[in-house]
């Protein structure tokens, strides 16, 4: 799956965990739903792709002002 996981059930557990994060972004109401269901699939084929170079792996935090 992705670079960062060490076991197939941790694998598992972040590809349910980014599928429940794409079912919240992209389900839009005025989109056919085989348009939606084929972003979230694209989100989270991305996301697992980058491992943890994907820009939100790494929380970040607020640039002093």
């Known amino acids: ?3 960062f996981n060490t076991t197939p059930s941790e694998g598992l557990a972040s590809a349910r965990r980014l599928l429940k994060q ?4 992209y389900s839009v109401p005025e989109v056919p739903e085989h348009i939606n269901r084929h972003n979230r ?3 989270v084929r ?4 980058l491992g943890d170079k994907w ?3 790494v929380p970040q935090g ?3 002002q």
């Open 46 to 49: 991305a996301v697992l792709n």
């Open 22 to 25: 794409a079912r919240r972004l």
């Open 62 to 64: 607020r640039s002093p």
């Open 1 to 3: 799956m992705s670079s």
């Open 41 to 43: 699939k694209a989100y």
């Open 55 to 57: 820009l939100l792996a």
